[in-house]
């Protein structure tokens, strides 16, 4: 069955430093998203991508945060300079868009869990 | 703002029903999800309401009522494996991102 697949699982890194996860998503979906997840706490959207830009985001979602889709396969999350509140576990989502049952669902990958130090 | 509430909390015993409870206020609906998520892991689908009603999938439903923005999932036949984290979660926009409660956890006890 296909997956969303997220590397690296594990990211630390300096207060200051840029990072940057990676996503692959289900090859046939057309909607992308990241959310995030501070431990202990809810899921939240950051940021939803179609058709090579973005569609929505949130307050979270200021500019030091990027998406890049870089080619056919790849999603990126990027974080300019990275700040101690920004350690949290970092999902990548995806989801068909295409008319039919279950093309609303969003699928998950398992995560970048970042931690700035 | 979007605001959905559950339950924090909930213990069951193994072979047991349960049933988690979802209120919601948010500012559009294009639909209600069910996610399971154990710890470390990520949110797994589980069901999609968008239609008032129950929708079943084996041991798991899931009800919506728009008008009164609740739903519940049931979990039957409860095993231990079912102990984790149940996300309720509403796209308020047609853009179907999603905004989640802060989850449920479920106990099951032998």
Known sequence: ?117 | GQNIDQPTEMTATEGAIVQINCTYQTSGFNGLFWYQQHAGEAPTFLSYNVLDGLEEKGRFSSFLSRSKGYSYLLLKELQMKDSASYLCAVSPSNDYKLSFGAGTTVTVRA
């Open chain 1, 1 to 117: 069955e296909p997956e969303v697949t997220q590397t690296p699982s594990h990211q630390v890194t300096q207060m200051g430093q840029e990072v940057i996860l990676r996503c692959v998503p289900i090859s046939n979906h057309l909607y992308f998203y990241w959310y995030r997840q501070i431990l202990g706490q809810k899921v939240e959207f950051l940021v939803s991508f179609y058709n090579n830009e973005i569609s929505e985001k949130s307050e979270i979602f200021d500019d030091q945060f990027s998406v890049e889709r870089p080619d056919g396969s790849n999603f990126t999350l990027k974080i300019r300079s990275t700040k101690l509140e920004d350690s949290a576990m970092y999902f990548c989502a995806s989801r068909p868009g295409t008319s039919g049952v279950g093309t609303d669902t969003q699928y998950f990958g398992p995560g970048t869990r970042l931690t700035v130090l």
